[in-house]
């Protein structure tokens, strides 16, 4: 479910939260629409308890700098009220904050985390369905995801296929594989950039089959996951 939240620039360094207070349930996701900004202003999110994007695994800004969109969420914590304020900061470093908001709560709901839009991808052995977490990824149009793989053996690789209409545009304005990070138990990742930018209809749903395959290419292992289409990040009335 989207919760919007309005953040109203009413001038003398003040910006009004509405609503101020809200439970953040699984499979929630929240836009904030900053209205009447001066110009070359932009909107932030400042937590001011740990985590430091509060119960969110990711933020982004929406369709135009006066948006921003949480999505995912980090789990239980000891304290699953989180406390944030609003802050109108400007491009002229000089300047800065413009305005800021009275403290407004945000109250996690979820039990288990959602990495959303981050998706890990383990192998589990020949014959054996993929571990796919989150098996159904919730998207907004122009979100960008991000597919870890993991336990792969040497030489294994991954394809995809999404499920569009014949002729149909990719769901993603570019998708690309990249190494793991220094570090990182990944064996390679997965990018997929600009979900639903090309698509002319736009599905609520779509399917895609990941299909894991040894390196002579005979496919040993697949699953078919499932990409929910969320539409724009904000109402267009925000744009």
Not at 73 to 85: A, L, Q, V
Request: proline share 9%; charged share 20%; with cysteine.
């Amino acid at each position: 479910m989207r919760i919007d939240v309005i953040v109203e620039y009413t001038g003398e360094g003040i910006l009004q939260v509405s609503p101020c207070d809200f439970e953040y349930n699984p499979g929630d996701w929240v836009s904030w629409a900053f209205k009447n900004s001066p110009p070359d202003s932009f909107g932030y999110l400042r937590f001011e308890n740990a985590p430091a994007l509060g119960p969110f695994h990711s933020l982004r800004s929406g369709s135009s700098s006066e948006a921003l969109v949480g999505k995912g969420n980090t789990g239980t914590h000891t304290d699953n009220r989180f406390r944030y304020k609003a802050l109108l900061l400007n491009r002229n470093l000089e300047e800065g904050v413009l305005a800021t908001s009275q403290e407004a709560w945000v109250t996690q709901k979820a039990a288990g985390p959602d990495t959303t839009p981050d998706v890990t991808v383990t192998y589990q052995g020949e014959g054996q369905k993929l571990l796919v977490e989150p098996y159904t990824l919730a998207l907004n149009r122009g979100d960008t995801a991000l597919w870890h793989f993991k336990g792969f053996p040497e030489g294994y690789f991954a394809t995809f296929q999404f499920e569009v209409a014949p002729g149909g545009a990719h769901p993603f304005v570019d998708f690309y594989v990249t190494p793991p990070q220094p570090g990182s138990s990944d064996t390679f990742r997965a990018n997929g950039i600009g979900f639903g930018v090309n698509l002319d209809a736009q599905p609520t749903r779509l399917e895609y089959h990941v299909q894991v395959r040894d390196s002579d290419g005979r496919i040993v292992s697949n699953d078919d996951p499932a990409i929910d289409n969320l539409g724009p990040p904000v109402p267009p009335t925000y744009y």
